[in-house]
């Protein structure tokens, strides 16, 4: 167990519907990292959360967002689902912002859009 | 922008045999270099990590050396079991303004019997 944990582990929908996947951070851990990972793409990083701040975006779609709540835990809400969006998203957390701060990553959400 | 180049895998081996996953980098400044593995089903795993030049990260007999002159971060094993099984990783971390960890595209180890 890496202390990072996600949920749902698994998650089926349709097209057009909207879900959101959660992530609670290692206990004191203060930045949130949302990363998608899929077989064409390969990872690719979403947003950054540092204590309830949006830090910096990545390659997040505009129906995409996501926010850190007062408890640090992070939401990623993912709407209007194409079939394209059916990825493994990983969420880690660190530390603090600086290099010398590994990441600790979640074992995933496998999202699967039909 | 910074960038990071595996090997294409499959790697398939026996199992004893010596291991080296490729990996280069493009970035500016000096970055940091990091191997992750991820096991099937599960999320990424920091394998090791090297922070400035002629560094070596190692750690369950892996070995890695931050090499400036050539910009790669080869990952290397002496002897692979089975248990090395995985994807692994290679990534660079900048270390000045917004450090977000950059991914290769990862390289899968096949270790038989």
């Known amino acids: 167990d890496s202390g990072v944990t996600q949920t749902p582990k698994h998650l089926i929908t349709a097209t057009g519907q909207r879900v959101t996947l959660r992530c609670s951070p290692r206990s004191g851990d203060l930045s949130v990292y949302w990363y998608q990972q899929s077989l064409d793409q390969g990872l690719q990083f979403l947003i950054q959360y540092y204590n309830g701040e949006e830090r910096a975006k990545g390659n997040i779609l505009e129906r995409f967002s996501a926010q850190q709540f007062p408890d640090l835990h992070s939401e990623l809400n993912l709407s209007s689902l194409e079939l394209g969006d059916s990825a493994l998203y990983f969420c880690a957390s660190s530390v603090g912002e600086g290099s010398n701060y590994g990441y600790t990553f979640g074992s995933g959400t496998r999202l699967t859009v039909v | 922008g910074d960038s990071v180049t595996q090997m294409e895998g499959p790697v398939t081996l026996s199992e004893e045999a010596f291991l080296t996953i490729n990996c280069t980098y493009t970035?500016?400044?000096?970055?940091?270099l990091f191997w992750y593995v991820q096991y099937p089903g599960e999320g990424l795993q920091l394998l090791l990590k090297?922070?400035?030049?002629?560094d070596k990260g190692s750690n369950k007999g892996f070995e890695a050396t931050y090499r400036k002159e050539t910009t790669s971060f080869h990952l290397e094993k002496g002897s692979v079991q089975v248990s090395d099984s995985a994807v692994y990783f290679c990534a660079l971390r900048r270390n000045t303004g917004f450090q977000k960890l950059v991914f290769g595209t990862g390289t899968r180890l096949l270790v038989s019997p």
């Open positions: 970035a500016t400044g000096y970055p940091s």
């Open positions: 090297a922070t400035k030049a002629d």
